[in-house]
């Protein structure tokens, strides 16, 4: 759980943390898993919103299709919710909550009808569509690689030592020559000194990016 819920656009905690300190705050592990879980949140909601969107309009002649434009338009703000939700556990940033309520006195034609026309159902509609997936698989893609080059770096030189446990011998490839393999040697004593800093500052630059994706999402939909 955060340390903190940031309810309005300020300096956030982890944008003042030590450099190493990031080490140290749960929320940074929060926010890789946050990153990583936005494509798979994006794709299911763009999903669920085209499929949804396109078969209620296409049944809209008959009652099923009311039923149906009707029910998947007051889902969206509860699907909001829990991304809102999952948002504010990992990065600390909570979306401001806008209630959508219908008179109770209306037929379910007229419902449809204001469901139609209310500004929050749209706004999230159109963030299902066209920036959930998108936004997701661009976190997605950039955090596997940057985690995936700091963790490289940092634990190369462990390579070489469990080869040298399971088959006796290291760098001992054809088109290892000397001159090779006395590069290859310096690359791995001096890839932890080089490793540890670039994935410490990776994982600022990984809650940054989170940051910065729950601020867009808020930005998006309460404008």
Not at 13 to 34: A, D, M, R, W
Not at 97 to 117: G, H, I, P, S
Request: contains cysteine; positive net charge; proline residues 4%.
């Amino acid at each position: 759980m955060s340390d903190k819920i940031e309810t309005r656009v300020g300096k956030h905690p982890l944008e003042e943390v030590s450099f190493f300190g990031v080490y140290l705050k749960g929320q940074t592990y929060l926010n890789i898993l946050y990153m990583l879980l936005l494509m798979p949140i994006g794709i299911i909601f763009f999903t669920y919103a085209v499929t949804l969107f396109s078969t209620s309009f296409g049944l809209l002649i008959t009652i099923v299709g009311i039923f149906l434009l009707y029910f998947f338009l007051i889902s969206l703000p509860y699907l909001m919710i829990l991304q809102g939700w999952i948002m504010k556990i990992s990065t600390g940033i909570e979306l401001p909550k806008q209630k959508v309520t219908f008179d109770e006195n209306r037929t379910l034609m007229q419902k449809a009808w204001d469901a139609l026309k209310n500004k929050v159902i749209w706004k999230t509609l159109l963030y299902f569509l066209f920036f959930a997936m998108p936004l997701g698989i661009i976190t997605f893609t950039l955090t596997v690689t940057l985690l995936s080059i700091g963790i490289s770096l940092t634990f190369a030189w462990l390579g070489p030592l469990i080869e040298y446990a399971i088959t006796g011998a290291t760098f001992t490839d054809w088109w290892i020559t000397p001159a090779i393999r006395i590069i290859l040697i310096i690359g791995c004593a001096i890839s932890p000194f080089v490793g540890i800093p670039a994935l410490t500052g990776i994982l600022h630059m990984n809650n940054r990016l989170a940051i910065y994706h729950g601020r867009l999402v808020v930005r998006i939909l309460t404008r």
